[in-house]
């Protein structure tokens, strides 16, 4: 990482007006971010381009004294642009997007191993005019595939500079960087490639002659274990024992983390509440803070986990494989393959997995995969799914050589997965009942063992978000929903003449909450959820969760904070109905718990999502039908898990 590398927010008018433009443009897996990283130290944030949701990667780079705007467009692989995302990278080398300057110059990014496909691309950039030095990736691999190139005869066929860069390693960007430092004297072609494409092929071989190119052989690792990955039977059922393992690994791996993390949150509300003696302050931070906040960040481990093995398994190649394999079944479905790679990016968000359906041609597939997109088993429900398995399953319980607990959360993701599928397949039908897949093509690429450094940015870029949103959403409305618990105030009188010994802390504490503002809230919702066999407390944390998901696992902290602050599991355990016909008989039984896990599977519990909803789609109509048939839907598959849960139970 250069020292002289500066991240900037995308647009912002912070960056010198004067700063040259600098635009990566490449195919999807080139190697274009990595470069884009290198040059940018790995600091670039992200935003929008103007007027619609596409994201903007840009960033800052010192080179030869000067400040750079380096700009990485998204992946296409050419100039006529069948995707939202492929438009824009042409939108933006032609200059037809308002509030947005077209690139001074080009950085062609192109993979070594694929040269003769990215050569007619790489004609069209050079067709535009701007100055364009290319960028080579993967020369390492295509040497140690037997392949060669020799870079500087190259860069003489092609008429402009051409350099070898090895992005994940960070060979050559030094390099790079001085030759962006020199722009306005890069060579341009003394004769620009053709444009008729059955010319541009015979350009692009008599290139590749002069170059001395030989393509990479197959590579025999990855040609060995596609056989068994994308075999029809064989690889649905790695893919499903990979899934079972990736489960497995965040319950047992993360639970010493976990246990902790508690104990250390455990530790600090016995300090709140033997050394402050205000009583609201105590509270405050004892109840909402530790309680609350406290109460979802004991889960970090299990998130941090989950976004390393997803980081792991896309940086090896194995995701792409399963978006190919998954073709099949989407096919199915009515859609195809990229689809579930939207699918699969909402598996740490809704958010980027609606917004990761731009890269769908057909609009009818984008608008069914964004309708099923919150049903994706999102990092905010995990939280809430281990909580609520660890009241429901015993840690012990094993089915075989696996855990129970793990088999359960696999369970969870499958179900929300199936349920998606079968979204996506109604909306389809609805909106496009004459319809056809449209072909799926998919560059696969080869194993690789990816940079230790890539996977942990990008695993602390997903954790820092959760992270974000603790101090921010979840910080507020534990706030907020600490003063519902807590208002009206009862004087010592009131509490006596109920029988409440004022000397008692947590009495006092159990008496205010269970007749507070909140509990009033919780009671008034009671028709809708009693069915459900949910009580009150339950009612305010699944109303809490419209704000996002993993307020429930801060509001039900606070309430069992409330009841016993030093053992909080423990009173969850313990809590039982305060009135009503099930009044002193224990909450979270098997069948409330199974109730409350399928609620959460179906439920669209986060107005950020409805938001994004609104923004992709230009109007509130479709936010409100995913709203109310996802609702509608969580309420009678939780009905029907505990009726299920009972009869077996009984």
């Known amino acids: 990482m250069s020292a002289g590398c500066h991240g900037a927010e995308g647009g912002e008018t912070t960056l010198t007006e004067a700063a040259p433009h600098i635009a990566l443009v490449g195919a999807p897996n080139s190697g274009k971010t990595s470069v884009f990283n290198g040059l940018t130290g790995l600091r670039a944030k992200t935003g929008n381009y103007p007027g619609v949701t596409v994201s903007r990667f840009v960033g800052t780079c010192r080179a030869g004294g000067r400040r750079f705007v380096v700009e990485d467009l998204p992946g296409t692989y050419g100039l006529e642009p069948v995707s939202p995302d492929e438009k824009i990278a042409v939108d933006v080398l032609d200059g037809r997007i308002d509030g947005v300057d077209r690139p001074d110059a080009l950085l062609a990014v192109v993979d070594a191993t694929t040269l003769r496909r990215s050569l007619g691309f790489l004609a069209q950039l050079l067709a535009r005019g701007l100055p364009t030095c290319v960028v080579v990736t993967f020369t390492d691999e295509l040497a140690r595939r037997q392949g060669r190139l020799d870079v500087e005869a190259l860069g003489q066929a092609l008429g402009v500079p051409v350099l070898p860069v090895v992005g994940h390693r960070g060979h050559g960007i030094a390099r790079l960087r001085e030759q962006i430092a020199e722009w306005r004297s890069w060579s341009v072609p003394a004769v620009a490639p053709p444009t008729d494409p059955g010319e541009r ?92 906040v406290g109460s979802v960040l004991v889960f ?3 998130i941090a986990l989950l976004f390393l093995l997803l980081a792991l398994l896309e940086g090896v190649g194995y995701l792409a494989r399963a978006a190919f394999l998954m073709d099949r079944v989407m096919a199915r479905f009515g859609l195809e393959g990229r689809a579930f790679v939207a699918l699969l990016s909402s598996f740490a968000c809704a958010i980027p997995g609606i917004m990761a359906t731009r890269t769908l041609p057909s609009a009818k597939d984008r608008l069914a995969t964004m309708m099923a997109a919150p049903l994706m088993t999102c990092s905010a429900r995990l939280p809430v799914y281990v909580l609520l398995i660890g009241l429901l399953v015993d840690p012990s319980a094993r089915v075989g050589p696996f855990g129970a607990q793990g088999l359960v959360m696999f369970g969870l993701y499958l179900l929300g997965a199936v349920s998606a599928l079968l979204a996506a397949w109604a909306f389809k039908k609805i909106g496009d009942r004459h319809g056809e897949a449209v072909p799926f093509f998919m560059e696969l690429p080869p194993y690789r063992l990816p940079a230790p450094r890539a996977v942990l940015v990008a695993m602390w870029s997903s954790a820092r978000s959760f992270l974000r949103k603790c101090s921010t959403v979840i910080a507020a409305t534990s706030i907020v929903l600490w003063l519902l618990l807590n208002l009206p105030v009862h004087s010592a009188a009131q509490l006596r003449a109920d029988g409440v010994d004022t000397a008692d802390r947590t009495a006092v504490s159990a008496y205010t909450v269970d007749h507070s503002y909140a509990a ?3 009671r008034l919702a009671a028709p809708v959820f009693d069915p459900l066999g949910f009580d009150w407390r339950v009612n305010v944390g699944v109303l809490s969760a419209q704000a996002a998901r993993e307020t429930f696992v801060a509001t039900i902290g606070q309430v069992a904070a409330a009841e016993n602050p030093e053992h909080p599991t423990q009173a969850l355990r313990d ?49 409100a039908i995913a709203f109310t048939y996802l609702t509608t839907l969580a309420w009678l598959m939780a009905y029907l898990a505990r009726t299920v849960t009972l009869l077996m139970s009984g």
């Open 201 to 292: 092929d015979a350009w692009g071989r008599s290139v590749l002659a002069f170059a001395g190119y030989r393509p990479p052989e197959r590579h025999r690792v990855t040609q060995r274990v596609d056989a068994v990955l994308l075999h029809p039977v064989w690889g649905t059922a790695v893919f499903f024992a990979v899934m079972a393992a990736f489960f497995q690994t965040v319950f047992t791996v993360a639970a010493p983390l976990q246990d902790a993390v508690e104990t250390l949150f455990s530790w600090l509300a016995g300090l709140v509440s033997d050394h402050v003696g205000n009583p609201w302050l105590a509270g405050l931070l004892g109840d909402a803070l530790i309680g609350g």
């Open 575 to 623: 809590m039982t109905y305060s009135d009503g016909p099930h009044a002193g008989e224990r909450v979270f039984v098997p069948a409330t718990v199974a109730a409350l896990l399928v609620w959460f599977v179906y439920a669209l519990q986060c107005m950020a999502t409805v938001a994004v909803l609104r923004r992709e789609t230009g109007s509130w109509r479709w936010p």
């Open 520 to 522: 009033g809230l919780g």
């Open 300 to 302: 970090v481990p299990q």
